[in-house]
């Protein structure tokens, strides 16, 4: 009789799981096990909200198991010290686990993969993830792709057709003693800040398909327009369960595809613009496989000579905490800290401010989003950042900085959104948001900061700094 491990990570879900489905398949006896070892992710361990969606993630994995009699056997610790004890404890003759990508991930699950076969043992990683391993797809000089919009011409001809694997189910679930409970591994922050985190996410696979049938049923029609509007829930908000493993690319395709097929032509929604954002995804950790550096260094090293503001604590702190008297920065950044979670618009919006408006280093917003966020994942992290703030690959130019008040007026007309994370500001017409800093008076009267810098002359001086770069 065979026993199998299979080692989840940040696939956090039974179906469309080639590791699980593989070694369900190929033996008698499954155990499935996490180890949570956060220092072998240094220097990008989890932040704060990654930790708090772990946490609940794993406590709806094994809710799923107990379902089928089994368990989620946890461990902490060094990963591969405790899969050894794992396999002298159950006389385990084989690992399964699906691939991670980022550059620490790789290094460890490398090491961890030779040594375990060192040990004797059968060791099968799979690719889980994403629609395609970052490696391969290629320019036809057979280098790696710098922008976007050939790489998805390319992937979009190669996107999946096979039905995803359905939930996989052992022939015998193993249980052995010695499982932690989730709460001993200490997720969850000790000063529970985390009640709008709770009212905003169900996390797990059973969360994840929820979201996904709400915007396959309406969103996803008007997803190219509605995209921009933060005050609507025009965007699927399946960044979360994606980085968590809840649900593939894979799985979220056939959904929509199958939903369309069912309507009329006539009124068939248009699934080319969100395909394209699962795109950008794959792009990004395309980028990280091949850039490794990126996370802390610039892409375009022509930037490495830029000359950024010296780093301003009190400064940062305001805009972390939404307090820098621009309206649509400020309720996007209060977003951020209640929910764990920024529309995307309004992303762009507060990175420019900060890159270029205060010219602060965009390593600086990136480990703030790192720390905040509970979709914060290291591919897209790092893309997001860099794109912003012009130094990445098929970057937006540095001269195009997003001006708060015209990106509020056009995307939240009724300022809908402001008023919801700016309830100070909630009785004051739209107009007086819309245009801030005409009307001082009355939002000080509310208790509302003063702007804290000239965005005019914030944007010349941005501009100038990208002008003495040498060519």
Same mark, same amino acid.
């Given at each position: 009789m065979s026993t199998a491990l299979v080692l989840f990570r940040r696939d956090l879900r039974l179906a469309d799981n080639p590791a699980l489905s593989a070694a369900c398949a190929g033996h008698d006896r499954v155990l499935p096990v996490f #180890?949570?070892?956060?220092?072998? =992710?240094?220097?990008?361990? /989890?932040?704060?909200?990654?930790?708090?969606?772990?946490?609940?993630?794993?406590?709806?994995? !094994? #809710?799923?198991? $107990?379902a089928q009699g089994a368990d989620l056997h946890v461990l902490a610790g060094n990963t591969l010290d405790r899969l050894r004890d794992v396999v002298r404890a159950t006389g385990a003759t084989a690992i399964y686990w699906n691939r991670r990508y980022e550059p620490a991930g790789i290094a460890c699950d490398t090491a961890l993969k030779a040594a375990l076969r060192e040990d004797g043992l059968q060791v099968h990683s799979h690719a889980g993830n994403l629609w395609h391993e970052p490696w391969a797809l290629a320019t036809d000089a057979g280098q790696p792709y710098r922008v976007f919009t050939p790489f998805w011409r390319k992937l979009r001809t190669r996107l999946?057709?096979?039905?995803?694997?359905?939930?996989? !189910?052992?022939?015998?679930?193993?249980?052995? /003693?010695?499982s932690l409970p989730t709460a001993a591994l200490g997720l969850l922050p000790a000063i529970r800040w985390d009640a709008g985190l709770a009212a905003a996410w169900t996390p797990g696979e059973a969360g994840a398909r929820e979201l996904l049938d709400v915007f396959?049923?309406?969103?996803?029609?008007?997803?190219?327009?509605g995209r921009d509007l933060p005050a609507r829930h025009g965007t699927s908000r399946l960044s979360p369960h994606l980085h968590f493993g809840e649900i593939t690319p894979a799985q979220i395709q056939r959904v929509l595809q199958d939903r369309a097929a069912g309507v009329d032509a006539k009124q068939r929604p248009d699934l080319e613009p969100y395909l394209r954002e699962l795109g950008w !995804?794959?792009?990004?950790?395309?980028?990280?496989?091949?850039?490794?550096?990126?996370?802390? =260094?610039?892409?375009?090293? !022509?930037?490495?000579?830029?000359?950024?503001? =010296?780093?301003?604590?009190?400064?940062? =702190?305001?805009?972390?905490?939404?307090?820098?008297?621009?309206?649509?920065?400020? $309720?996007?950044?209060?977003e951020l800290w209640h929910t764990g979670w920024m529309h995307n618009r309004v992303r762009m919006v507060v990175a420019s401010f900060l890159t270029k408006n205060l010219r602060q280093h965009w390593r600086h917003g990136a480990r703030w989003f790192w720390d905040t966020l509970v979709d914060a994942d290291l591919a897209n992290n790092t893309l997001g950042w860099q794109w912003v703030a012009g130094c990445g690959a098929d970057a937006a130019p540095y001269f195009r900085v997003f001006n708060p008040y015209l990106q509020a007026a056009k995307f939240d007309p009724d300022a809908a959104y402001l008023k919801r994370w700016l309830p100070e500001l909630a009785s004051l017409p739209a107009k007086a948001l819309h245009e801030a800093w005409r009307h001082p008076a009355a939002l000080a009267a509310k208790g509302y900061p003063a702007q804290m810098v000239d965005l005019g002359a914030s944007r010349d001086a941005a501009l100038a700094a990208?002008?003495?770069?040498?060519?």
């Open positions: #180890v949570h070892a956060p220092a072998e =992710e240094t220097p990008w361990q /989890p932040g704060a909200a990654g930790l708090w969606w772990l946490h609940h993630a794993l406590e709806a994995l !094994r #809710v799923q198991l $107990a999946p057709e096979a039905a995803p694997l359905p939930a996989a !189910r052992a022939r015998d679930w193993l249980r052995l /003693p010695g396959a049923d309406d969103a996803v029609s008007d997803y190219a327009k !995804r794959e792009f990004a950790h395309h980028l990280l496989y091949h850039f490794p550096h990126t996370p802390e =260094e610039n892409f375009n090293p !022509r930037f490495d000579a830029f000359h950024w503001a =010296e780093a301003d604590h009190a400064l940062l =702190e305001r805009w972390q905490r939404g307090r820098t008297g621009i309206p649509l920065v400020d $309720a996007g950044m209060r990208w002008g003495a770069l040498p060519a």
